[in-house]
T-cell receptor, first 116, second 111 residues
């Protein structure tokens, strides 16, 4: 049972470089999320996808783009990385709306990104 | 913005019950109360959730006040491994389905 898998686990980028963080879940969940967590802070929602084919902005979307490639995969792209984007990025998934009871979110182990 | 207010940090002696409070005075009728915790730098882990009744599972108990404006997470016999940041979240079941975290409570279990 893999759950939520994020790749890569660590990454160092130079300012201005681009990269895509990958996330995949094997639980057939409808909803997927991307968060960032800065040192000593709580998680902040970047983007989320309530279902395949839809994406919506969260609290801090600027500088990011997302793609819900299919039901399993939700990627986060940094087009031109900046030092302010140095953070730990977490992907999560949950059953989402439309089910009889509320359901919890499952999180990946994070991608530690440093932009120099 | 997060819809909950929690103390920044708390201490609890090992073996004692840890009681973590959360205020959610603007909670709506269709919003659930969820608790997660984050141990060190790992991804957050679900603990428990409830709507209006008290809930218990193998990890914890959740006590929600009758007016639903606050709740308490209870870890009945805290161990050193329960040292973590605990997040209280309110979440509705609708298409929006956002999960917004606040700053959480940093719980220190003291030996």
């Amino acid at each position: 049972n893999a759950g939520v898998t994020q790749t890569p686990k660590f990454q160092v980028l130079k300012t201005g470089q681009s990269m895509t963080l990958q996330c995949a879940q094997d639980m057939n969940h409808n909803s997927m999320y991307w968060y960032r967590q800065d040192p000593g802070m709580g998680l902040r929602l970047i983007y989320y996808s309530a279902s395949e084919g839809t994406t919506d902005k969260g609290e801090v979307p600027n500088g990011y783009n997302v793609s819900r490639l299919n039901k399993r995969e939700f990627s986060l792209r940094l087009e031109s990385a900046a030092p302010s984007q140095t953070s730990v990025y977490f992907c999560a998934s949950s059953e989402g709306f439309g089910f009889g009871d509320s359901t919890e979110a499952f999180f990946g182990q994070g991608t530690r990104l440093t932009v120099v | 913005d997060a819809k909950t207010t929690q103390p920044t940090s708390m201490d609890c002696a090992e073996g004692r019950a840890a009681n973590l409070p959360c205020n959610h005075s603007t909670i709506s009728g269709n919003e659930y109360v969820y608790w997660y915790r984050q141990i060190h730098s790992q991804g957050p882990q679900y603990i428990i959730h409830g709507l209006k009744n008290n809930e218990t599972n193998e990890m914890a108990s959740l006590i929600i006040t009758e007016d639903r404006k606050s709740s308490t997470l209870i870890l009945p016999h805290a161990t050193l491994r329960d040292t973590a940041v605990y997040y209280c979240i309110v979440r509705a079941l609708n298409r929006d389905d956002k999960i917004i975290f606040g700053k959480g409570t940093r719980l220190h279990i003291l030996p």
